[in-house]
């Protein structure tokens, strides 16, 4: 889908970016990590058309300007900084609507997931919005699209742990756009991604498939104890379907190979309360 060929970006004269040569095929869904000032951001801003550079970055097979306007239409990117406009949120949304193909319906859906009411804060200038509000309507406007490919540059760093949560299960529901996603936690996106990319100093140092032993349609059984009851904890685990003891200590139940990534990244939010955790495997193949 994308051809990255020997791609250099300076800025004043110091390499950014440095013959980086990368492919991402459709379907391709990439964690991107790397250390601060690696070239993550200069990359995706590249991809987009927003900078000049030398080689060559091609969309199906075309560059240049006609890969900039293939590439707009077909990919939705939510940058890390919020840009700073000054129009009231509705007219954004309006703007997304007839300018970019967003549907308003789900435009509406996805923010009342993430705890934003639309009718709320259509009429306030989106440069007023706090910071995790802001990054709930940029990712609202992007899920809202039918795209190709979403290209996401550390998008919840502002979203408070129930709206990050949230997010992840969204772009878990995307299963048919490809996914770029910068991140400094690369444990909360593994669950989504079957690429890991690693820059450093603006060349790709890893590229790693994230790859399971366990075939789709297969289970592991974990059994989970915690030192403590914890509702929130059973509650998480209940709507996996577990079963629990009577005292609320020890969960057990089944997880699906496809989702072993996403119950771990759940497990990593609650992991001062765990006293030990099994995933066995052998346990469900003789079942
Ligand atoms: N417009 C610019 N002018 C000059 N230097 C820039 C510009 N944009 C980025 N840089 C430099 O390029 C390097 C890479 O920056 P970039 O934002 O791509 O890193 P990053 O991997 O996204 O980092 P982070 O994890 O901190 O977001 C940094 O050293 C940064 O200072």
Redesign the pocket.
């Known amino acids: 889908m994308i051809t990255i060929d020997r791609l250099t970006k300076r800025?004043?004269r110091?390499a950014?970016?440095d013959e980086l040569t990368l492919s991402i095929d459709a379907g391709d869904r990439i964690a991107l990590i790397?250390?601060?000032?690696?070239?993550?951001?200069?990359?995706?801003?590249c991809l987009l058309g927003h900078?000049g550079h030398q080689g060559t970055i091609s969309f199906d097979g075309s560059a240049g300007r006609r890969r900039e306007a293939s590439a707009l239409a077909r990919v939705a990117f939510v940058p890390?900084l919020p840009p700073p406009l000054r129009m009231p949120v509705g007219e954004l949304l309006a703007f997304a609507e007839r300018g970019a193909g967003a549907d308003a319906a789900l435009m509406r859906e996805i923010a009342g997931r993430m705890g934003i009411d639309l009718d709320e804060v259509k009429s306030r200038p989106f440069y007023r919005l706090s910071g995790g509000q802001k990054q709930k309507i940029l990712v609202t406007v992007a899920l809202g699209r039918a795209v190709d490919l979403m290209i996401f540059?550390?998008p919840a760093a502002n979203l408070d742990p129930a709206a990050r949560a949230v997010f992840i299960d969204l772009l878990a529901e995307r299963k048919e756009a490809s996914m770029l996603i910068?991140s400094?936690r690369l444990e909360e996106v593994a669950p989504l991604v079957n690429r890991v990319i690693e820059?450093d100093r603006?060349r790709v140092v890893l590229d790693d498939e994230v790859v399971d032993r366990l075939r789709a349609g297969e289970f592991r059984m974990a059994t989970i104890t915690l030192a403590q009851p914890h509702e929130p904890f059973a509650a998480a685990l209940a709507g996996w379907g577990f079963a629990t003891d009577p005292a609320g200590l020890r969960f057990t139940g089944p997880v699906p190979a496809a989702e072993t990534f996403r119950f771990l990244g759940l497990l990593a939010r609650y992991g001062s309360l765990i006293d030990s955790l099994a995933l066995d495997q052998d346990v469900m193949e003789r079942v």
């Open positions: 800025f004043d110091r950014v970016l790397g250390s601060n000032g690696a070239g993550k951001t200069t990359l995706f801003r900078y890390q540059d550390e910068a400094h820059l603006g």
